[in-house]
């Protein structure tokens, strides 16, 4: 775990419903604020088209691109907001998720998830977009 974000889930709150903490406080730094990704090669050409299992690992490792040039990683990560197309993409994208979640957050501390289901996003082959929230060195 990032000895500058502390994930916590205080014991008046319900428990998480998933991979998630309630809060994440985070210790001096600068904040960015990381436009939603979607799923999107080097070249710009959508992967996994109307396959939100295959899209979600693409969003969050353009999300680890990002940050890798931010000179930060995940674990510096504080909030991540998620909007997946339709109600049928739900378990698909839980199980991606999981899967990837093991990669990026090893130690099995998550940052603050918000999850929307929407009914489209700005081109309809696209499943997910994800917006994050990071805290970078001062």
Same mark, same amino acid.
């Given at each position: 775990m990032s000895k500058t974000v502390t994930y916590l889930d205080p014991p008046g709150a319900p428990a998480p419903l998933g991979l998630y903490s309630h809060v994440a406080i985070a !210790?001096?730094?600068r904040l960015?604020?990381?436009a939603g990704q979607v799923a999107v090669d080097a070249q710009g050409e959508i992967v996994g088209p109307h396959d939100v299992a295959a899209q979600t690992p693409v969003v969050l490792d353009n999300i680890g691109l990002i940050l890798k040039d931010l000179g930060v990683g995940f674990? !510096?990560?504080?909030a991540l907001t998620t909007y997946i197309v339709g109600p049928e993409s739900r378990e698909p994208w839980l199980a991606a998720r999981t899967e990837t979640y093991g990669r990026l957050f090893p130690e099995g501390s998550y940052p603050t998830n918000?999850?929307?289901?929407?009914?489209?996003?700005a081109r309809p082959e696209l499943m997910i977009e994800v917006s994050a929230v990071a805290r970078l060195p001062a």
């Open positions: !210790e001096p730094g960015a604020f990381i674990s !510096e990560v504080l918000t999850l929307l289901i929407i009914s489209g996003l």
